[in-house]
């Protein structure tokens, strides 16, 4: 029987309707909530709405999510519902992943109607075999989420794409996984090593599928704001959305000369003027 179409991926198409690409598809653009953790901290529902009246379509949660109760992740569910946006993806510890901890992960993702379970780091995994042991881990959930309709995907950061013996890490990723784990693409941190995020793009055709929208400059690192760094952002919107099989995009702020809201809503700002 085919699916009736949800209320929940009703609102998911009406809400991305505004940020189409030259072919039309509907590109969400959300905000990874780490950017607002502070606020976050001391009100969920209120940061929620403040970022949803920005104009965010999405949100990404962060790895305290993971203790939340069932109840808490239906109040959650309500509220999105509620605002007209969605939680495409969550950010997660590698416990979320791992046998004893990805059932929680898959109830609370389900709940709040989040179809990928990012692994947000890896950490210092070690030498080849060590991240042949990461992508292990994820392709085992990719087998676990895959009946259900979710999937799994990894998040970089500068480690990743640093080479240690002739090879990088998400290199060893990439090539050990199944091409149903997402490559969540870090663009600051990419950057910020020298490494050319368009190129890893076309690399890896139809992976990357979720671009955290994070900027750098030598000058102010991670704090710099959307567009005020190196990131060649036409040309990446062009490699994701040709090829990339980009399916939403998340700004992402580590902080910044203004306050965490207000620093939210500038990023919007230059998104929508870059991306147009």
């Known amino acids: 029987m085919k699916p ?9 198409l009406t809400a991305a309707a505004p940020m189409l690409t030259a072919a039309g598809k509907s590109i969400p653009v959300g905000l990874e909530l780490y950017s607002v953790r502070d606020e976050l901290k001391k009100d969920l529902s209120g940061t929620v709405r403040a970022v949803a009246k920005m ?14 109760t069932l109840d808490q992740a239906k109040d959650v569910r309500k509220l999105l519902d509620e605002l007209g946006i969605t939680c495409l993806s969550t950010h997660n510890d590698s416990k979320a992943l791992e046998p004893d901890g990805i059932q ?3 109830d609370l993702n389900s709940t709040i109607d989040s179809k990928y379970i990012v692994l947000a780091s890896a ?11 990461v992508a292990d881990t994820l392709n085992q959930a990719s087998e676990r ?9 990894y998040h970089n950061h500068e480690t990743e794409f640093k080479v240690v013996n002739g090879q990088r890490p998400i290199e060893i990723i990439a090539a050990n996984t199944s091409k149903d784990v997402m490559l969540q693409l870090d663009v600051g941190t990419c950057v910020e090593v020298g490494s050319d995020p368009v190129a890893w ?16 400059s030598p000058e102010n690192g991670y704090k710099a704001l959307f567009a005020e760094g190196t990131a060649p952002w036409k040309k990446i ?6 090829v990339g099989g980009v399916e939403f995009y998340l700004v992402e702020q580590e902080g910044s000369r203004f306050s965490e809201l207000e620093t ?12 147009g």
Not at 145 to 153: Q, R, V
Not at 201 to 216: A, T
Request: charged share 25%; aromatic share 14%.
């Open 123 to 133: 950490g210092h995994a070690g030498g080849a075999d060590g991240w042949k042991r």
């Open 4 to 12: 009736e179409l949800s209320r929940r991926s009703f609102l998911a």
């Open 104 to 106: 929680r992960a898959i």
């Open 237 to 242: 919107f062009a490699a994701a959305e040709s």
């Open 264 to 275: 939210a809503q500038r990023c919007l700002a230059s998104f929508k003027k870059v991306h």
């Open 145 to 153: 989420l895959k009946p259900l309709g979710m999937a799994t995907g």
């Open 201 to 216: 793009i076309e690399k890896n055709p139809g992976r990357i599928r979720s671009i955290h929208c994070k900027e750098w």
């Open 55 to 68: 104009g965010y379509q999405d949100v990404e949660f962060f790895s305290p999510y993971y203790d939340w």
